[in-house]
């Protein structure tokens, strides 16, 4: 199976061609189901402390995959539906952080770009 950007989002648009759902994923009901994702993924991980998530991981593991699944596939869909080539964005903004968070001043914290 291959995992490249552009035919796993070839197959999220395959499933939901035949499945007649391009009506129902405009943009706004795209970007607020990804954000519903993401919510429950965040759901695994509130008020958790490092040992808690460690522990929370093992025992969830395949639901937590699923949760990350869903929010990947949404957002290949919603990237594809308004002319965006993931891939390419990916890059640009990988680029542009490499910028903003220079190695030399970025490494060993956690500080915003602002304050470096």
């Known amino acids: ?12 648009q395959t499933f939901v061609d035949d499945r007649d759902w391009r009506k129902f994923h ?16 965040m759901q695994h ?3 958790q402390q490092e040992e808690q998530i460690e522990k929370r991981l093992e025992k969830n593991r395949e639901e937590i995959a699923s949760e990350i699944a869903d929010v990947a596939i949404l957002l290949f869909e919603f990237a594809d539906n308004l002319g965006f080539k993931l891939g390419d964005v990916m890059q640009a903004k990988l680029a542009y952080n490499n910028v903003r968070y220079p190695v030399e001043k970025s490494r ?3 500080l915003k770009y602002s304050e470096l």
């Open 26 to 41: 405009n943009a706004k009901d795209l970007a607020v189901a990804i954000a519903a994702e993401a919510g429950e993924l």
């Open 108 to 110: 060993g914290n956690n």
């Open 45 to 47: 991980f509130v008020w």
């Open 1 to 12: 199976m291959s995992d490249s950007i552009s035919e796993l989002t070839s197959q999220i």
